[in-house]
Each structure stands twice: as C-alpha cells, then as structure tokens.
C-alpha cells in the first residue's frame, strides 16, 4: 500500500518493531533492577529518582548522543532503539518497585511461612500480584514509546515519523495529519492488546470486584452451626 | 461433686505426654536495644493446644516465630522433637510446619483450591493430587467444595479463615502455628471458627501453638494456656481452669478478668444437675408458662397467656458444663431453663438455684479439674 510516495505497511512495521521491542527489553532489564531496589533499601533510594531523572532527558538530545556511548553510527537504528530502552527502564523501574511494594504484607509472611523460598515467591507469588501495576507502567510506556519513535526521524529512523518530516518539507498537512492518526491507532491498538494481557494474566482482579456471587449473598459455608 | 467438662482434652493434660515444641531460656534483643522477650522456657506438648496470651509487646508472636525460623532468638534454644531448629533450613522447616495468621492472609490470585494446595505443591506433589487433597480439607474445614473454584476476595472474612486453617492442615503438618487467626472476625463468627477448631482437634490431635491477646478465645481453646507480660516474660503457665481459680499473681488475676469465678463454671460439668418436670403441652398456657414441643418432644416456644416467647438457649445434657446449665436458666423467659438431648429433644427443666446448689458441693473446683 503506497500513499504519499511511502510504502505505508512496512514503515508500520517497522514502527511496531522499534516501539514495542526496546519496551520488553527494558521491561527485563527493570525487573532486575526493581527487584534489587525493593530488596535493598540503599538501592531503592538511588535508583528510583535516578531513573526519573532520566526520562526527562530530551529523547532528541538522547538520539544524538547515543552514537557518542555506543560507539555507533550516527543513522544506525540501534542509537533510536537504546535510547527507548533507557525511556522505558526509566519508567518501568519505579513501576516493578510499586508492583512488588502492593503485596500485601500478610500475603507474604503466609508465602514465607509455608516454606517459599526468595526466587519461588517472586515468580509465584509477588510478579503474579504485581501484574496489575506492571501493566500499568507497560501501557504507559508503550504509548509513550510509539510516539518517541517518530522523534527518531528527524535523525532519519522515525519509520512513520519520516510521514512528519516529508509532510513538514513539503507542507502537506494530509502527510501530517494521517502520519499522526495512523502512529495514534497504533498505540491504542497496543495498548488494548496490554489491557487483554493484563486479564489473561490476572483473572483474579475482575472476579474481586466482579458482579454476581458476593460471599454475603451466598453463604456456602456449611455445617458448624449449632 | 460437680463432675469434670466433657472437654475430652483435659484427659490427656499429664506431664508424661510427648514434648513436641520446647523454648530452653529463649531471648530475643534486637540490635537498637529493644528487648522482644526475656528469657521465655515454655513446653508444648503433642496433641495439645497451647496458647500464648498476653498484652501487645508482649513478644508472643515474636515466640510463635522463633518456631519456623521466621525469628530466630539472640539466646537459648527452640527445639522441635527434641532437635534444635536453628541447625534446619528454614524453607524446608517451614513445609513441615501448618502455619495461620490474622486475615488468612490468602493468594488473592490463586483460586481457593490452588491456595490449600499450596504446601503439597512445594512439597513436589502434583497439582492434580494436590488439588484432590485441597478438596477434601475444604469439607473438612466446613466449607462447601464449591468454593474451591472462587477466589479469596469473593468470600467472607470467616470463610477466608476457613481457608486459611485448610491450607494450614494441607501439608500434613504435626504441627501448627496460629498468630490470632481469629481476630479478625465478628463475635459469632470467631465463635463458630473456635468450635470448628476444637472440632478438628479432636480429630486430628495436633500439636497446636496458639497465640491470641483474648483470655477468653484463650480459655476457651487452650489445653494449656501461658501468660505473657510486656517485655516477654512468663507470668503463669497453666490449665485454663487453674489460670481463674488460682492466678499466679496480680497480674494475672487482672489480666483474666473480672468475672473469672462466673467464666470458671465452663470447666465444670453438670451431669448430677437434677433436672425437674416442666409443663409441656400444645395448649394456651393460661395462668402459667408452658414449653410447646414438636411431634419430636423438641421444644419449639414458651407460651404464656397465648403469647408466644422465645425459648433463650438450651441447655445440651451432653458435654454441657455449669455456665451453660446456669444460662440457660437465666436466659429463659420462664425463669426455668431448658435441658436437651444430643438431638436437641428435652429432658428437663433447670432451675438456677439447682446450678448453684451444686456449685456449692464442687468445692474445689480446679482440683476437679484436674
């Protein structure tokens, strides 16, 4: 599909690729992170504003830097990718430390109390609590990513961004306008595919709140009244 | 002689009965200079509930933790069968040993069943025999199997602790540590929790430590009951009924209560009570009160000029102690309680003079106990 001299379906792609990837890595690389920050208090109290900090970073400055840290040419894809890994690490860090900080305490004396040991609690029973908050984070920084990538065309890796760039050249505000609705849909588009993650992952938060069987209505206690 | 509570737990209170869990001079100081507990020596013995009890900062659950390595002491030791815990890995430890606290504290995200079959899965069992086990202690705990499928948030707080004591026994566990399981609960509930417990005791026989700040749950469940005093140490340790007839001192004394003589009458059995003829009969009661019975002989109302009232509560031959005798006395509106049979037909009628004349014959009541 060609619109605007483009070939649309691959730039899409690429769009995907470069905001969805760096967003599950940094993903990976926060939650060690944020498990050592929730562990060690020291740690909690450096990492976390440091990470907020960084997220208020130009993202163009960043682009343009990151040749200078990596070592790497100037249009190589890889400068826009680490730059939206450090974004979404400095997003999602202070996310995994809330996530694990929203276990109940008397949930984890019971895991420790019935013989967890610290690797079987965090993924059986503190990653799985966490979910809610962890998606959260994750569809902030998937959206915030999506449109972080089009900033990456002004140093010529913008995928759908190059759509601003040639409009703004050529003063096409169509080029614009649908370069700006198609990265827009995209990232709700993601963002939805999160919200189903989030409940196939943690069908216990819609049966908590959910309508019906409340335990007041249906008492299925039995027995033991005398 | 007032015969002893049908409590069949009292039978096996002799010191000959296997020590299961000892403190040997137990201190716990945290490095700030807090002092959690003194020097605390204390034996739990098998197939008894043993209760700690006392005022908040007494350290008695820094004492119930010190049991599966959650705290370990600054000075003596914990045995458990005669073996120092302190030598055990604690994860392993802890399978082996049921643990309750306060609020369940239930896998909000795990179904109800996945939650009881939580130990037997650590313990490397498989899920589907897990789950088999989970379903059967659920009945056990009075639960309905259903509930299994449900997630914690959708049942009540009383239903979670059902949970919680099912996924406690799950492990198959001798043992059993419970942190105020049932505080917080409503009156009636944890009355009913208290029941079940003691039913399930009488079943499975385990070795049960037990910590509570309420003298009454206290009394009310414990084999052996030991009062704390802030900064951790022992104050008495005792049988319930020697903790209100002979407290050990002021402390104690104040700490068991004011109506400790009336709470006493529980440790005692009435089954010499002379129980006397109530008029019974489906007629209107003119000129006197009348107990109106179903086709059964189950009492179902007083009546009296034609105005029915309810019956207060009834008094179970079986296993009834004193207190009950003198309630149901005192409860009814005719001023003459009501006695029944195990499958709640009636016997006969209590008068509350009857309650105290016998009170009067038991005069020692803790030696009866005994």
Redesign the interface.
């Known amino acids: 599909m060609r619109l605007f001299g483009e070939d649309i379906l691959p730039l899409a792609a690429e769009h995907v690729v470069l905001a969805v990837v760096p967003v599950l890595i940094g993903l990976v690389i926060s939650l060690v992170l944020g498990w050592w920050a929730w562990r060690v208090p020291a740690v909690r109290r450096v990492l976390v504003p440091l990470t907020g900090v960084l997220y208020t970073i130009p993202s163009l400055a960043l682009f343009v830097v990151m040749p200078l840290i990596l070592g790497t040419r100037i249009l190589d894809p890889l400068n826009v990718a680490a730059a939206l890994v450090l974004y979404a690490v400095a997003l999602l860090v202070r996310t995994v430390v809330d996530g694990l900080d929203e276990v ?1 305490d ?2 984890m ?9 610290p690797g ?1 609690l965090l993924v059986g ?1 503190q990653l ?2 966490a ?1 809610p908050v962890l998606i959260g984070g994750l569809r902030v920084a998937t959206v915030s990513s999506f449109s972080l990538v089009a900033v990456g065309a002004i140093i010529g890796q913008g995928a759908l961004g190059a759509l601003f760039t040639q409009g703004f050249e050529r003063f096409y505000t169509a080029q614009i306008v649908f370069g700006l609705v198609s990265i827009v849909v995209l990232a709700l588009i993601f963002d939805a595919l999160w919200v189903l993650v989030g409940r196939l992952l ?1 069908p ?1 938060t819609r ?3 959910g309508p019906g ?4 209505e249906d ?8 | 002689m007032a015969t002893i509570c049908a409590h069949k737990r009292v039978a096996h209170l002799s010191a000959s009965v296997r020590p299961v869990i000892e403190f040997r001079d137990v201190g716990k100081a945290y490095p700030d200079g807090t002092v959690a507990l003194r020097s605390l020596s204390l034996t739990a013995r098998e197939g008894q509930i043993t209760v700690l009890v006392g005022p908040s900062g007494c350290g008695k659950t820094t004492t119930l933790r010190m049991v ?1 390595r ?1 705290v370990d002491p600054t000075s003596g030791q914990v045995l458990l069968d005669g073996a120092d815990v302190g030598g055990r890995d ?6 082996g040993i049921g ?1 309750v ?10 179904t109800v069943l996945d939650n009881v079959a ?2 037997p899965v ?1 313990l490397g069992r498989s899920r589907r025999e897990a789950r088999t086990t989970a379903a059967e202690l659920l009945e056990r705990v ?3 199997p ?2 299994g499928s ?2 914690p ?4 707080g ?2 979670q602790q ?1 949970v ?1 004591v099912a ?1 406690a026994l799950a492990g198959d566990a001798p043992v059993l ?1 419970m942190d105020e399981p049932f505080s917080a609960v409503d009156p009636v509930v944890r009355a ?1 929790l208290q ?2 417990l003691l ?1 399930l005791q009488s079943d499975l026989g385990r070795t049960i430590l037990f910590v509570t700040h309420d003298i009454d749950e206290a009394i009310r469940l414990g084999d052996m009951v030991a009062v704390l005093r802030v900064g951790g140490t022992l104050a008495q340790f005792a049988h319930p009924a020697e903790l209100l007839s002979s407290p050990a001192d002021d402390f104690v004394a104040e700490f068991v209560g004011r109506d400790r003589g009336y709470r006493r009458l529980q440790f005692l059995g009435a089954g010499e009570l002379t129980l006397t003829d109530l008029p019974t009969g489906p007629d209107d009661g003119e000129g006197g009160w009348v107990l109106v019975l179903d086709d059964d002989r189950r009492p179902v109302t007083w009546r009296h000029d034609g105005q029915d009232v309810a019956v207060g509560s009834l008094y179970r031959a079986d296993g009834g102690s004193l207190r009950g005798a003198l309630d149901a006395a005192l409860s009814s509106p005719s001023g003459r309680g009501v006695a029944v049979d195990g499958d709640g037909r009636l016997l006969g009628g209590i008068d509350a003079e009857a309650v105290i004349a016998l009170l009067h014959r038991s005069s020692d009541p803790a030696g009866a106990a005994r």
């Open positions: 109940p008397d949930v004396t019971a895991a420790v109390a019935m013989g967890y040991r079987g029973v799985p609590l979910v943690a216990w049966a908590a709140r069987r409340s335990a007041a008492d299925a206690t039995v027995g033991a009244r005398v | 599966n959650m604690p994860a392993a430890l802890r399978r643990y606290i306060q609020n369940a504290g239930l896998f909000p995200h795990r939580t130990v650590l009075g639960l309905d259903r509930v449900r997630y948030a959708q049942l009540s009383g239903q059902r919680g996924r540590l009913d029941d079940e039913r």
